[in-house]
């Protein structure tokens, strides 16, 4: 069974920096896109940040500039780097990863249990 297992949340004051991490466990075939979303209170979930099996990453236009997506694919792990934090920016956040399973089966879209960043104005 496939799991992403996310940690480096918290609280952090205005203009510092968290890093999250996402490890996927479990047996699978390959890993296709990784990425991160978040959930501020009462809205909806939105893209942060993108990263494709190759090619280039992408980021919604709030956090260009502030925020870095990585990834590690010896140790399935998607990273996201958060500087200059601001208090709009406190949210739930969540990993995301696109994993085919086997080479028998087509890819399925697997989340996180969510982290909690909070930024303290």
């Known amino acids: 069974q496939v799991q992403l297992v996310e940690s480096g949340g918290g609280l952090v004051q205005a203009g510092g920096s968290l890093r999250l991490s996402c490890a996927a466990s479990?047996?699978?075939?390959?890993?296709?896109?990784m990425g991160w979303y978040r959930q501020p209170p009462g809205e909806q979930r939105e893209l942060v940040a993108r990263i494709p099996s190759a090619g280039s990453t992408n980021y919604s236009d709030s956090v260009k500039g502030r925020f870095t997506i990585s990834r590690d694919n010896a140790k399935n792990t998607v990273y996201l780097q958060m500087n200059s934090l601001k208090p709009e920016d406190t949210a739930v956040y969540y990993c995301h990863a696109n994993i085919r399973p086997s080479v028998y089966r087509t890819s399925v879209n697997y989340w996180g249990q969510g982290t909690q960043v909070t930024v303290s104005s």
């Open positions: 479990g047996t699978f075939f390959s890993i296709n896109a």
